[in-house]
């Protein structure tokens, strides 16, 4: 904090005994760095703020140490650089208008990191979630892949044993026909008495055991 003079403060002001009110510390006073000390202005300075107390503790008032108090360095924090023949209410005015004015500067910067934050989050969730669908349909795709290979695969094995049954009847199918049409033409072939009609086996029939009489009983003679 930088040390800055009294006098050079827009809060330094001087009660008007006559009208009752704090007063403007008049711009000679302030490059001389003393004030008349008559009436209306028989008091001390006053620092608006209430940084600094120019009266002594007795109540007596020594015109030599406020001048010196008022034209030396100090640092306070409540100073505000003098802004033209403003009243020291004025001055207060202002300071709680920049005050407001910076409150809602930081509140809009606040909310503007806010907001950014939101947006980074809402971004990196957005490419996180991209990434697992991306993982999510390469694995699918990858299953799809393996499940369409296999039964590619089983589809052209069926396809071979087929083929091979195809060519195992392509052989057998003429051989059978072959020898059957030998077969027949012999049996054609041959005289009539020399066929030999087809065998016919009858089967006996069943023999039942005849049925026994009945016997007799004692009782029945």
Same mark, same amino acid.
């Given at each position: 904090m930088a040390k800055r003079k009294c006098?050079?403060?827009?809060? &330094?002001?001087?009660?008007?005994?006559? !009208?009752?009110? &704090?007063?403007?510390f008049d711009e000679a006073w302030r490059k001389s760095g003393s004030y008349p000390g008559d009436n209306p202005y028989s008091g001390p300075p006053i620092c608006f703020a209430g940084a600094k107390s120019f009266r002594e503790e007795d109540g007596k008032i020594d015109r030599n140490r406020i001048s010196n108090l008022i034209t030396e360095k100090w640092e306070c924090p409540? +100073?505000?650089?003098?802004?033209?023949? &403003? !009243?020291?209410?004025? #001055?207060?005015?202002?300071? #709680?208008?920049?005050?407001? %004015?910076?409150? @809602?500067?930081?509140?809009?910067? @606040?909310?503007?990191? $806010?907001?950014?934050?939101?947006? %980074?989050?809402?971004r990196? +969730? =957005?490419?996180?979630?991209?990434?697992?669908?991306?993982? @999510?349909?390469?694995?699918? =795709? %990858?299953? !799809?892949?393996? @499940?369409?290979?296999?039964? =590619? %695969?089983?589809?052209?094995?069926?396809?071979?044993?087929?083929?091979?049954?195809?060519?195992?009847?392509?052989? $057998?199918?003429?051989? &059978?026909?072959?020898? $059957?049409?030998?077969?027949?033409t012999k049996w054609l072939s041959s005289p009539p008495h020399e066929q030999t009609p087809p065998i016919i086996e009858v089967q006996p029939a069943v023999q039942f055991p005849a049925a026994e009489k009945p016997k007799s009983s004692p009782d029945t003679k």
């Open positions: 006098v050079e403060c827009g809060f &330094l002001t001087i009660k008007n005994y006559d !009208s009752k009110q &704090l007063d403007f409540e +100073f505000m650089d003098l802004r033209g023949c &403003l !009243s020291a209410r004025d #001055h207060w005015d202002m300071r #709680h208008a920049e005050i407001m %004015e910076k409150l @809602a500067n930081d509140r809009r910067q @606040a909310d503007q990191r $806010f907001e950014e934050e939101v947006r %980074e989050r809402n990196k +969730f =957005d490419e996180a979630q991209r990434e697992r669908d991306r993982v @999510a349909n390469e694995k699918r =795709d %990858e299953q !799809s892949r393996i @499940a369409s290979e296999k039964r =590619d %695969e089983q589809q052209r094995e069926f396809q071979k044993q087929q083929r091979k049954q195809d060519r195992v009847w392509q052989v $057998f199918v003429p051989l &059978l026909a072959a020898a $059957f049409g030998i077969g027949l």
